[in-house]
């Protein structure tokens, strides 16, 4: 006996679904929850700042992965301001720098030099690795798989605006023109996750494919929580 359809999820259900997904995000990681609480110290604060730079870079090979394998112009038009956000444009000055500049301020701010933050010498082996393993996964993967993986950014805003609340006063040390990405970034991530739920919504119908799209977000979840476990245990102290 074959097995009942099962009704795919609304549209409203889907997303409510997906966004029931925010209790594996990284937020909730213990040594994200260290970092809010202002425990972190100076050495781990570095460590994080250098790691969290390879998921920086990579991010525009990410994105440039998702528009070779993209068909459809009206997504091209959109999905190509990911690239020029983190890679800059125009001067490159102020805004139009990019996010891989204002995360450099970030090392600045805190003690890392220029040439040492991307000599990419801190990022421990399971960063790279979780981190290569996300540009492999949209190289190799249908274009809008790819653009689902990047919906952990639903949850993104928060871990920004802790951030943006808690460092000044938990580390006065790292100088706050450094926390420039962290505020940048909300606005983009928030129009970023509106085109990436209507593409998601619209591409995963059926249950299977919606379930799937589920295992995808897990998969990227797990990405980022498997960065924090590398640099918890390479920054004990
Ligand atoms: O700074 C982040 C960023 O530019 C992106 C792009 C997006 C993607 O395409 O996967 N995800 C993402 C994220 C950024 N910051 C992370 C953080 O904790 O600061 C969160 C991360 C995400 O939630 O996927």
């Not at 301001?81 to 805004?95: E, K, V």
């Not at 990019?98 to 933050?117: F, N, P, S, V, Y």
Request: aromatic content about 12%; hydrophobic content about 40%.
């Amino acid at each position: 006996m074959s097995t009942p359809d099962i009704q795919p999820w609304s549209r409203i259900e889907f997303e409510q679904q997906l966004r029931a997904m925010g209790k594996r995000y990284h937020i909730h990681h213990p040594f994200n929850l260290r970092m809010n609480a202002g425990a972190c110290s100076p050495a781990q604060i570095r460590g994080w700042i250098a790691n969290r730079f390879y998921y920086q870079f990579i991010i525009p090979k990410k994105d440039a992965a998702i528009l070779s394998n993209c068909d459809d112009r009206a997504t091209r038009r959109l999905w190509i301001a990911r690239i020029l956000d983190h890679d800059g444009y125009d001067d490159y000055q102020g805004d139009a720098q990019g996010g891989m500049e204002a995360w450099t301020q970030l090392g600045e701010a805190a003690g890392i030099a220029r040439a040492e933050l991307w000599s990419l010498q801190h990022v421990v082996p399971a960063v790279r690795f979780a981190c290569d393993a996300y540009v492999d996964f949209a190289r190799r993967s249908p274009w809008q798989e790819a653009v689902c993986s990047s919906l952990t950014e639903m949850f993104a805003p928060q871990i920004h605006k802790d951030r943006l609340a808690g460092w000044p006063s938990q580390y006065p040390w790292v100088e706050e023109q450094g926390l420039t990405y962290f505020r940048t970034r909300i606005p983009l991530a928030q129009r970023d996750v509106e085109h990436g739920l209507a593409v998601t919504l619209a591409y995963f119908t059926t249950r299977a494919q919606q379930e799937h799209a589920l295992g995808i977000l897990k998969f990227k979840l797990d990405i980022l929580w498997a960065m924090l476990d590398a640099i918890d245990k390479a920054y004990p102290a």
